[in-house]
Every structure is written in structure tokens, then in C-alpha cells.
């Protein structure tokens, strides 16, 4: 192996290690890919994952410097093609080998920046936020899926965009009370987190579920090589929604919801008997 492939797999394998070290749901549905999607959707999970914990984590540092050097930090590297933060270097081999609209980067870090400043989230801030926090996420990920199909790119775009809404929201619902209690958001619109009523959650769930409807439509329209990793985290968050949808109110607000790792189990084999593999 030539060195500079040593160096490139080494990054990967950072990211692949940040991805199983923070989730367990997306770890396993990218097991479930071809080979040769895996190394650049952990890529892009290591990418988001250490820009989400500037801001959400590292309360005693100046976090708007840090994330504005990490910006900086990540167009150097994707304009040089190479960068001695592994998470970095990896992901712009993503970016630079499937043609990723810089766009879509920039968005994601938008949202990550509002993190900084919006503490109660309107209407339109909030639909900003989902869409470059959660959307782009997965419009990255389907460059990679489609392999340069642009057609196929842009039939799935709208689901794609609908199934990462879906994701976040459930995570929204789920951290509702520590993103109050330790961090001051309330990303839900028009909702007071002292006064959430059975009401206001159902019609979260509600807007959620016709998320999660147009996601699945995109999800069987997707290449063979990566259905079933995708397929496998929508049966993870949808068997977490349904968990936060019979919890009452003051529960979900009192502790944090979720799947054990022995049920993630048993939904794995079932989704791989339901894709018929």
C-alpha cells in the first residue's frame, strides 16, 4: 500500500470510529452498505459530528471562533485536497471525488452557527435550521448514492430532504428537555416548554409521520447497494417515534426515550428479511 492510501485510510478509519463512538443507529445501517459506500458516508457523519459538538459541547471554549476555524479549516482542505485533521482530510476526499455542492457545506455550517445566537427558533429560522442541519446531510449523502446519476439525484432529493426532517425532529422531541434545561433552546415553534401539552406533541408527531411517509417512498427508490442501510436507520428512528408517541407528555419531559440495543438487534434482521438479504 502506498503511503498517501495509508494516510487516507487511517483518516477514514477516524471517522469510522467517530461515527460508531457517537451513534449506534448509524454505525449499524452503514454496515449495511456496499463496501464502497461506507468510508465516505462515515466520512461525512465524522465531518457533522465535530461540528455539532463545538457548539453543543464545548461550553468552556469560544465556540464561535472555533466553529468559524473550522469552516475555514474545512474549505482549505477541500480546495488543497488534503488536511492533517483526519476528519477533514477524509471528508474532502468525499467532497472532491463525488462532486458535493459546496453549497450543501455551507448550509449545514449555517445551521450549526445559529446554534450560537437562536435560542427560541420561529417559523422560518426553524425550517432553516432542519433544512441545514438534517436536509443537506442527506442530499450529501445521495451524491454519494447516485454515483454522478443527476437524474436519479434530483427524483429523490425531495424525500431525501423529507427523511432527514423526520431525523431531526425525533431527535428534537427526544432531547427536548436536556436542549432546554442545559443548553436554552426550544427549536419548536410556537411551543413553550413549560406549558407542552399532549396537544402541542401530537401535532409535532403528526408533522413528523408525513415526514417519515415521503422519506420511505425515496427509501425503496434507492440503489440497491446502500436500500438497506438507510432502510435499517429509518426502522431504528421509527420504532423510537413510536416509543415517544405512546409516552405521555411528562415523561418525555422527565427522562430521555430509547431503543435498547438488543431491540435495534431484532429490527436489523427484520429489515434485512423485509429487503429480502
Known sequence: MAKMDLYDEACFECSKLITTKYSTSFSKGIKAFNKQFRYPVYAIYGFV????????????????RLISDFKQETFKAINQKI?????????QIVVNQYSIDHQLIEEFLR???????????DDANYQTYIHGSAGVIGLMC?????????????????????????FQ???????????????GRTYFPGIDFKNFTQQDKQRIEADIQHDFDEGYKGIMLLPKGVRLGVYVAYCY??????????????????????VSNIRKGLLYVKARIKQGI
Open 169 to 183: 425532529k425525533i431527535n428534537f422531541l427526544r432531547d427536548i428537555k436536556s436542549d432546554y434545561e442545559d443548553r
Open 111 to 121: 445551521s450549526m452557527e445559529m446554534d450560537l445566537d437562536h435560542k427560541v427558533y
Open 49 to 64: 459530528r465535530y461540528a455539532d459538538e463545538i457548539v453543543d459541547t464545548f461550553h468552556n471554549h469560544d465556540k464561535a
Open 142 to 166: 445521495l451524491q454519494v448514492f447516485c454515483e454522478g446519476n443527476k437524474e436519479l439525484y434530483q427524483q429523490l432529493m425531495p424525500m431525501a430532504l423529507s427523511l432527514g426532517a423526520a
Open 83 to 91: 488536511s492533517l485533521n483526519p476528519v477533514l482530510h477524509s471528508f
Open 237 to 258: 428512528y421509527l420504532q423510537l417515534f413510536k416509543k415517544i408517541a405512546h409516552t405521555p407528555v411528562n415523561e418525555i419531559l422527565d427522562h430521555r426515550i430509547r
